[in-house]
């Protein structure tokens, strides 16, 4: 069983900036993927980053592209989003996620172990 919980989030003027975490359990976490989505209220899930097992690749929505890193520390099993410049439109509960495998993808499908969210909110 894997259990992701995130922290981080927060109330931030429009331009600010966060680091959510994610912690996750088990002793699987370095051979899996890890990624990053939101939700907004109405609307549908939203791919944000994801990451390789060893971090030497990740893959970017276009939507946060030069704002937003993904990134991971294996030995912690934590894998972190720091969030730069942020906006109105980055409002939303951003869950973490294991991909079943190693691949890289951006379909929630694909994911099999979410966390349950953390808020962020940002105002203009």
């Known amino acids: 069983q894997v259990q992701l919980v995130e922290s981080g989030g927060g109330l931030v003027q429009a331009g600010g900036s966060l680091r959510l975490s994610c912690a996750a359990s088990?002793?699987?976490?370095?051979?899996?993927?890890m990624g990053w989505f939101r939700q907004a209220p109405g609307k549908e899930r939203q791919f944000v980053a994801a990451?390789?097992?060893?971090?030497?690749?990740?893959v970017y929505g276009d939507s946060v592209k030069g704002r937003f890193t993904i990134s991971r520390d294996n030995p912690k099993n934590t894998v972190y989003l720091q969030m730069n410049n942020l906006k109105p439109a980055d409002t939303g509960v951003y869950h973490c996620?294991?991909?079943?495998?190693?691949?890289?993808?951006?379909?929630?499908?694909?994911?099999?172990?979410w966390g349950q969210g953390t808020q962020v909110t940002v105002s203009s």
């Open positions: 996620a294991r991909n079943r495998g190693v691949a890289i993808t951006q379909r929630a499908m694909e994911y099999d172990y």
């Open positions: 088990g002793r699987t976490f370095s051979t899996h993927t």
């Open positions: 990451i390789s097992p060893t971090g030497d690749r990740t």
